[in-house]
């Protein structure tokens, strides 16, 4: 039963610490999602890797988060220094894209609620 | 800029009858639309999906519909079981990027 994976479940932190969520994708898949839901926007997309490439952060603060692929089966999502604005629940997903670039379904991890106080 | 709106945030209905959920987009280029359905503290589970070459795909209870000229899509489950109470939301991508819309809380009644 191929899933992905996300830790941890639920972090509480103080603003101002250094977060980092992980997340490993189904074995051979090739894209890896971030996305963050929060009760006024919904899903939001913040990064996108393909074959562990960054291929798309426009969605992300650009000044406080990052994404990396360290390899195949781990993806995180740091946020330095973290703000109460923050406080949301991040999910991971992971895909197939085909030669074109077209994405196959994305299947979403349980995601980590992340408060940030 | 919201370009996947679902404008009913919760819907109700009574067991054994039909669940129909609405959509609407606005970006043209889209080419590949999704449903999925979210339980309380997990992530969303893929329900079914549609091509933009296809109007109609069936799968068991589901059945996805998608018109292009009216940028509409729905889901429509018959018959409504209480274990459909979810939260349903459809996206729509074209290459990688997939929209989301705000999601509709279904709630079947038994």
């Known amino acids: 039963d191929a899933r992905v994976t996300q830790t941890p479940r639920h972090k509480v932190t103080e603003m101002g610490q250094e977060v980092t969520m992980r997340c490993q994708p189904i074995?051979?898949?090739?894209?890896v999602f971030w996305y963050r839901q929060t009760m006024m926007q919904g899903l939001e997309l913040l990064a996108y890797f393909r074959n562990r490439a960054p291929l798309d952060d426009s969605g992300m603060p650009k000044d406080r988060f990052s994404a990396e692929m360290p390899d195949a089966t781990l993806a995180t999502l740091k946020i330095q220094p973290s703000e109460p604005r923050d406080s949301a629940v991040y999910f991971c997903?992971?895909?197939?894209?085909?030669?074109?670039?077209?994405?196959?379904?994305?299947?979403f991890g349980p995601g980590t609620r992340l408060t940030v106080l | 800029d919201q370009q996947v709106k679902q404008n009913s945030p919760s819907l109700s209905v009574q067991e054994g009858r039909i669940s129909i959920l609405n959509c609407d987009y606005t970006?043209?280029?889209?080419?590949?639309f999704l449903w999925y359905k979210k339980y309380p503290a997990e992530g969303p589970t893929f329900l079914i999906s549609?091509?933009?070459?296809?109007d109609k795909n069936e799968d068991g209870r589901f059945t996805v519909f998608l018109n292009k000229s009216a940028k509409h899509l729905s889901l429509h489950i018959v018959p409504s079981q209480p274990g459909d109470s979810a939260v349903y939301f459809c996206a729509a991508s074209v290459r990688w990027d997939m929209r989301f819309g705000a999601g509709t809380r279904l709630t079947v009644k038994p």
């Open positions: 074995l051979g898949h090739n894209t």
């Open positions: 970006n043209s280029m889209f080419d590949y």
């Open positions: 549609i091509s933009s070459i296809k």
């Open positions: 997903a992971s895909g197939l894209a085909g030669l074109a670039g077209a994405a196959d379904t994305q299947y």
